[in-house]
């Protein structure tokens, strides 16, 4: 059982269901890949909803977690060792599960290393490249003038894409069976349409890419993850 008053995020947070997984997080492209990794491993845990208000990330209790103030952050009471843990960034977390639940990390060695260097794409190119682009786009940055910094996430995105437009042709997944790299890519790809720049990168040339995705928005661990923990 977890002792509640080891995590401080627990006075702002507090669980119904200590023995369960607490998972800190908000409904966006990294947020939701924690939730979509434990509806598909099925361990079970509970989610609060911490929006991005400096009230939220920047409270003390949810720093005693996440020193970085970025969702998700997660603790499990049956951590390593029968000891709680707590995590944060997102591809730390889905290492973590994936570990924990003997899922989504390949069969083999050589799978888990495969799986691990698009985990990587992901997390060193594809987020900050398309969150830039967000930002240039959608954002404060789509008010300077100079055309050349929308220019160079636009194009980085791009070839982004073409590079998982080639990876994926004549295979379902990124990484051959679906795995925690999927459900780390797949997120931000969905999240390009809220960034309003799907004309822009013309994102309906790449086949490959938008057959994924619609693949990976029709499973029901998927659905329900991007909902949750629900906003209020």
């Known amino acids: 059982?977890?002792?509640?008053?080891?995590?401080?995020?627990?006075?702002?947070?507090?669980?119904?269901?200590?023995?369960?997984?607490?998972?800190?997080?908000?409904?966006?492209?990294?947020?939701?890949?924690?939730?979509?990794?434990?509806?598909?491993?099925?361990?079970?845990?509970?989610?609060?909803?911490v929006t991005l208000a400096d009230a939220d990330v920047k409270s003390p209790e949810f720093l005693s977690l996440n020193p970085n103030n970025k969702i998700p952050a997660l603790i499990d009471p049956n951590g390593p060792d029968?000891?709680?843990?707590?995590?944060?960034?997102?591809?730390?977390?889905?290492?973590?599960?994936?570990?924990?639940?003997?899922?989504?990390?390949?069969q083999t060695k050589a799978d888990k290393h495969r799986v691990t260097?698009?985990?990587m794409f992901q997390m060193g190119g594809l987020g900050p490249m398309f969150g830039q682009l967000g930002y240039f786009q959608k954002f404060a940055g789509s008010e300077i003038e100079d055309p050349r910094p929308r220019e160079r996430y636009v194009n980085e995105a791009k070839r982004l894409l073409n590079v998982l437009d080639t990876q994926l042709d004549g295979q379902d997944w990124i990484a051959g069976d679906y795995s925690i790299a999927d459900i780390a890519i797949a997120p931000w790809l969905n999240g390009l349409d809220f960034y309003?720049?799907?004309?822009?990168?013309?994102?309906?040339?790449?086949?490959?890419?938008?057959?994924?995705?619609?693949?990976?928005?029709?499973?029901?661990?998927?659905?329900?993850?991007?909902?949750?923990?629900?906003?209020?």
């Not at 939730?35 to 609060?48: D, F, K, R, V």
């Not at 029968?82 to 390949?106: N, T, V, W």
Request: charged fraction near 20%.
């Open 1 to 49: 059982m977890l002792d509640t008053t080891s995590f401080p995020i627990m006075a702002k947070w507090p669980p119904q269901f200590p023995d369960r997984i607490q998972l800190y997080s908000y409904a966006t492209p990294n947020g939701v890949k924690a939730s979509i990794m434990l509806e598909e491993t099925g361990l079970p845990y509970e989610a609060h909803l």
């Open 82 to 106: 029968g000891a709680p843990l707590g995590l944060f960034e997102s591809g730390a977390i889905l290492l973590y599960l994936a570990e924990k639940s003997d899922m989504l990390l390949g």
């Open 196 to 232: 309003g720049v799907k004309e822009v990168i013309g994102w309906d040339g790449y086949t490959n890419v938008t057959a994924y995705l619609d693949r990976f928005l029709e499973r029901p661990a998927v659905q329900k993850g991007l909902t949750t923990p629900p906003r209020d």
């Open 117 to 119: 260097q698009w985990l």
